[in-house]
Structure formats: structure tokens, C-alpha cells
């Protein structure tokens, strides 16, 4: 496909409607629970807005909360997250291979005011290619190092 087409694909047409298969995360429950959610499909999820400070820098994502995100395969959440299930963690993996884990206590309302996001916007755009289509945002964090950019998958797994 050259250039010009696929640029006319993706901002007037989408990329469905020229053959091509749009941009998705897979998730896995490591419970027999999963998923895969496109960008549309995330963004029909209720969005939330979320200012942060990268690299010194002011910048406002869009983005779903984990906790959300990890209920389409039924996460352990609130009292079902105890006993054997406090060892759970959840297992980012981005495009090149990069990873960075969340204890899933953290990503849980009931436990944590803290909240981590998976984002498809900055500054009210799309995620650029080299950012997304979809990233890990966790604004109380003092540095970015688990902030993943082209997160492909989400595994929840128990330590052992």
C-alpha cells in the first residue's frame, strides 16, 4: 500500500475499511479469562483525563483506568483480591520487548488511591506510532520507567 493510500485509510476511512486489521491489546487473566480490545472498542470504555509531568514536561493523556481494562477477564478485585490472590501481578509487554510489572494490589481501587491507565491520547491526538497505539500512564509515579509505550499485551500472573 503506498504512502498516500494508507494515510488516506487511516485518517479518513480507518484502517477496517481498507483491509487491514486494527491496532489491538491482548489481555490474559492467567484465570482461562481474555480478551483482545481495539482502540475503538477501549475508547467506548468510560475515559478519563489525566495530567501528568513527563520528562518535565506537562502533558494530558486519555485513558482507561487498569482496574477497568482488567475486569473484561475478570481480575480479582476489592474482597475477591486476598490470601493466594495478594501474589498476583500484572505483566505489561510492549512492542520491543520492554516490560515492567504492577503488583495487582496497586492497580485496585480498594487498596490504592494510586491509579495507572492505559492511554490512546496525548494532548487530545492519537497516540503517535512510536508512543502507541496504546501506553501505560501512572501519574504518581516519580519517574516514567514503567509508563510502557506500545503495550501489546497485559498478562496477570501469580509470583511464585
Not at 487473566?29 to 509531568?53: D, F
Not at 482496574?67 to 481480575?75: D, G, I, N, W
Request: contains cysteine; hydrophobic residues 40%; aromatic residues 6%.
Amino acid at each position: 500500500m503506498t504512502f498516500f493510500r494508507k494515510l488516506f485509510c487511516v485518517t479518513m476511512l480507518g484502517t477496517a475499511a481498507c483491509g487491514q486489521t486494527p491496532p489491538a491489546i491482548s489481555i490474559d487473566g492467567g484465570n482461562g479469562h481474555t480478551a483482545t480490545l481495539t482502540v475503538a472498542e477501549l475508547a467506548a470504555l468510560p475515559q478519563q483525563t489525566i495530567k501528568a509531568i513527563e520528562h518535565g514536561t506537562s502533558v494530558t493523556f486519555e485513558g482507561v483506568p487498569l482496574s477497568e481494562v482488567l475486569a473484561k477477564v475478570q481480575a480479582p478485585v476489592g474482597e475477591e483480591l486476598r490470601g493466594k490472590a495478594l501474589a498476583d501481578y500484572l505483566l505489561v509487554e510492549a512492542a520491543d520487548g520492554y516490560r515492567a510489572v504492577f503488583a495487582l494490589a496497586e492497580l485496585d481501587p480498594a487498596f490504592s488511591d494510586k491509579r495507572v491507565y492505559l492511554a490512546t491520547k496525548r494532548d487530545g491526538k492519537p497516540l503517535s506510532e512510536k508512543e502507541g497505539p496504546f501506553r501505560i500512564v501512572a501519574p504518581d509515579e516519580k519517574r516514567p520507567a514503567r509508563w510502557v509505550r506500545q503495550v501489546t499485551a497485559l498478562k496477570i500472573r501469580e509470583a511464585q
